[in-house]
């Protein structure tokens, strides 16, 4: 069983940063997967970065909406994920949720990932 915990959310004004972390339980954390995806209100939860694990360790995927903007890392002696979010729109305004796992070739999906830590709410102001 593998615990995630999000932190680093809060408020902020457009154009500033915020970096979210995930602290992961369990011996596993280096093989695993990382994501990072985001729910804002009434809407759908969307994927926004992953970093892979294993081998394949530090090839990383983003949505369309943050690339440039957005960089995912790991640091697995830390068992930690980060999200180093610069240049803040008010349209990143959402919960951000920590994924774990072995997603496989649709990262972008959450049905693809196994855990999920409880979330930390980011709002950006205009």
């Known amino acids: 069983q593998v615990q995630l915990v999000e932190s680093g959310g809060g408020l902020v004004q457009a154009g500033g940063s915020l970096r979210l972390s995930c602290a992961a339980s369990?011996?596993?954390?280096?093989?695993?997967?990382m994501g990072w995806f985001r729910q804002a209100p009434g809407k759908e939860r969307d994927f926004v970065a992953a970093?892979?694990?294993?081998?394949?360790?530090?090839?990383?995927y983003y949505a369309d909406s943050v690339k440039g903007r957005f960089t995912i890392s790991r640091d697995n002696s830390k068992n930690t994920a980060v999200l180093q979010m610069n240049s803040l729109e008010p349209e990143d305004t959402a919960v951000y949720y920590c994924?774990?796992?072995?997603?496989?070739?649709?990262?972008?999906?959450?049905?693809?990932?196994?855990?999920w830590g409880q979330g930390t709410q980011v709002t950006v102001s205009s």
């Open positions: 970093i892979r694990g294993g081998s394949n360790g530090g090839i990383t």
């Open positions: 994924a774990s796992g072995y997603a496989g070739a649709y990262v972008r999906s959450e049905t693809s990932w196994r855990y």
């Open positions: 369990g011996r596993t954390f280096s093989s695993y997967d």
